[in-house]
């Protein structure tokens, strides 16, 4: 079956600091990607998508590249922001019979120090 | 843009109590979702449905229920509370009309306490 595998955390970093957060997935068939981001008491927010091997995923300076070589949709940033501090998931989604059945991965917290 | 309504945010219930979450999907979004987060936990899929009809079941224990409803509004009922049922519970709704890319939208989500 499908399944997401991301980076444990928590992962702390000082402001200014690069970013990775690796995802990796298994799936049979031809998933779109995304990333959510979920802050502090509230709901999960879509962080950015990739649909198709190749895509490059962007949004408020994150990037991450759909590759299918590798199996892998990392998440990066070039200068964390102390306000980036939330908790990182990686999805996938593939439809099956009609519906979209996702996948989440475990999640990754990730605090920026000033 | 409207989003992905939920209510009620907040709710402190006994156990064995009986608990109802609403949630009122994205307009013309075909498809809701439930998911189930506790605390540090990442969501935990429990049910969907698909034009008011269940299309797929997750780790939903037998005390609850959900149905979708004739305005794609749906429900989550919980009986028999337990305090491992304290949690947040998230509805999702998303599209699978042609040219959607599937992209999940959450509500806020419901803080259920059980004490």
């Known amino acids: 079956g499908n399944s997401v595998t991301q980076m444990e955390g928590p992962v702390t970093l000082s402001e200014e600091a690069f970013l990775t957060i690796n995802c990796t997935y298994t799936?049979?068939?031809?998933?779109?990607l995304f990333w959510y981001v979920q802050y502090p008491g509230e709901g999960l927010q879509l962080l950015l998508k990739a649909t198709k091997a190749d895509d490059k995923g962007s949004n408020k300076g994150f990037e991450a590249t759909y590759r299918k070589e590798t199996t892998s949709f990392h998440l990066e940033k070039g200068s964390v922001q102390v306000s980036d501090s939330a908790v990182y998931f990686c999805a996938l989604s593939d439809r099956a019979s009609g519906t979209y059945k996702y996948i989440f991965g475990t999640g990754t917290r990730l605090k920026v120090l000033a | 843009a409207a989003g992905v309504i939920q209510s009620p945010r907040h709710l402190i219930k006994e156990k064995r109590e009986t608990a109802t979450l609403k949630c009122y999907p994205i307009?013309?979004?075909?498809?809701v979702y439930w998911y189930q987060q506790g605390p540090g936990q990442d969501p935990q899929f429990l049910i969907s449905?698909?034009?008011?009809?269940?299309?797929d079941k997750g780790s939903i224990p037998d005390r609850f229920s959900a149905q979708q409803f004739s305005d794609y509004h749906s429900e989550l009922n919980m009986s028999s509370l337990e305090l491992g049922d304290s949690a947040l519970y998230f509805c999702?709704?998303?599209?699978?009309?042609?040219?959607?890319?599937?992209?999940?939208?959450f509500g806020e989500g419901s803080r259920l306490t059980v004490l």
């Open positions: 999702a709704s998303s599209s699978v009309k042609s040219g959607d890319t599937g992209e999940l939208f």
């Open positions: 449905f698909y034009e008011k009809m269940q299309s």
């Open positions: 307009p013309r979004h075909d498809t």
């Open positions: 799936a049979t068939g031809y998933p779109s």
